[in-house]
């Protein structure tokens, strides 16, 4: 009799099976977390450097560039609030990645639970600020049609 080939789990210390597919899964996609990760933290940097030029730049030659200080400053608050957008899903991100890591190092039930719970993470705060941004262009567009209905009946 030919015997079975043995299942692809390996057993942890608490008795636990961990799918050996799911964990190769996991370190496959471990690269291109912390690459995106990564980028997500260079963006960051890029866009609070341009932040200060633009700070520097308004308060510098606000005259010879054609913006005010004020104008400068309001850029300024813009790029720093949107380089926030950017820092924690990068944040997340990195910690989606040490979960994977912490999992392939010693597979066990928590660690899959920890790394499964750090993506679900992610895209919850991607998921609120997609609805968030739907609800704002939204309101945008609304906001520009009674913005031109209401310059179209000043000109009349």
């Known amino acids: 009799m030919t015997q079975m080939p043995s299942p692809p789990y390996q057993t942890v210390e608490n008795g636990s099976e961990v799918n050996q597919n799911i ?8 690269p291109w977390v912390r690459l995106f990760s990564v980028l997500g933290f260079i963006s960051v940097g890029f866009m609070i450097l341009a932040a200060f030029f633009i700070l520097a730049a308004s308060m510098i030659g606000s005259e010879s560039l054609g913006m005010g200080a004020f104008q400068g400053i309001f850029m300024f608050i813009i790029y720093v609030f949107s380089s926030l957008l950017y820092f924690f899903p990068s944040l997340l991100l990195w910690k989606y990645g040490t979960a994977i890591e912490n999992l392939t190092n010693m597979a066990s039930i928590e660690n899959l639970e920890k790394a ?7 895209w919850k705060l991607i998921g ?7 609800v704002l262009a939204i309101l945008g567009l609304i906001s520009a049609l009674i913005l031109g209905v209401f310059a179209a009946a000043a000109l009349v």
Request: glycine share 4%.
């Open 23 to 30: 964990l190769q899964g996991f370190k496959a996609t471990k």
């Open 128 to 134: 609120i600020f997609a609805i968030i941004w739907i």
């Open 116 to 122: 499964v719970d750090s993506q679900r993470a992610f």
